[in-house]
Structures are given as C-alpha cells and as structure tokens.
Nanobody, 114 residues
Framework: QVQLVESGGGLVQPGGSLRLSCVVSGVNFSIYAWGWYRQAPGKQRDLVARIIRYESTIYADSVSGRFTISRDNAKNTVYLQMNSLKPEDTAVYYC????????WGQGTQVTVSS
C-alpha cells in the first residue's frame, strides 16, 4: 500500500522560508518522477514543481527562483525548500508522482501571513 506523508508546513511571515518533506513508502521510489502540488481554498490542485529520476527539475512560473525541489532516493523522500514566501503561496501542499498516480496524502498546510 502506497503512503505519502507530508510534513514541514506552518505559519510564516511574508519573506520567510519553510522546508517541506514527503516520505514515501510502498512503491519503488527511485524509478518515478515526483512532484509537489498545492491547493488553495476554492481552487484546483496545481503542480508546483517536479523532479525526474536524474535530478532534472521544472517549476511553475509563480515559484521559479524561490522554490527548490530535491529528492533523496536512499530515504524515499522528496523535499521542497520554499524561500521568499508570499501570501499567495498559502495552500495545502501535497506530494505525488508526476503525473499523479496514487491516492493523495493528508498534505501539509502552509500559511503565509503577517
């Protein structure tokens, strides 16, 4: 059974930073591309960043230059370093394969507010 467990969210002031983690179990982690997605209230879930097997990354325009996705195949974990956070980054953040194949985890709430 595949499990996706996100953590690291919280309340942060504009301009602050957070590092999200997603621990994956029940799947051969290293063979997949992985992505971070986010869903703000009343909006659809969108892809924020993705990383393929050999570290190639792609970012949504809204986060390019501020967010960095990375992976540790030995730990079955994908990370999202978020810097220079803005109020519009407020959302629940999820990880999944890219494209998404598995049931979504509980996500981690990120709130950017002064």
């Amino acid at each position: 059974q595949v499990q996706l467990v996100e953590s690291g969210g919280g309340l942060v002031q504009p301009g602050g930073s957070l590092r999200l983690s997603c621990v994956v179990s029940g799947v051969n982690f290293s063979i997949y591309a992985w992505g971070w997605y986010r869903q703000a209230p009343g909006k659809q879930r969108d892809l924020v960043a993705r990383i393929i097997r050999y570290e190639s990354t792609i970012y949504a325009d809204s986060v390019s230059g501020r967010f960095t996705i990375s992976r540790d195949n030995a730990k079955n974990t994908v990370y999202l370093q978020m810097n220079s956070l803005k109020p519009e980054d407020t959302a629940v953040y999820y990880c999944n394969t890219w494209p998404s194949r598995y049931s979504w985890g509980q996500g981690t709430q990120v709130t950017v507010s002064s």
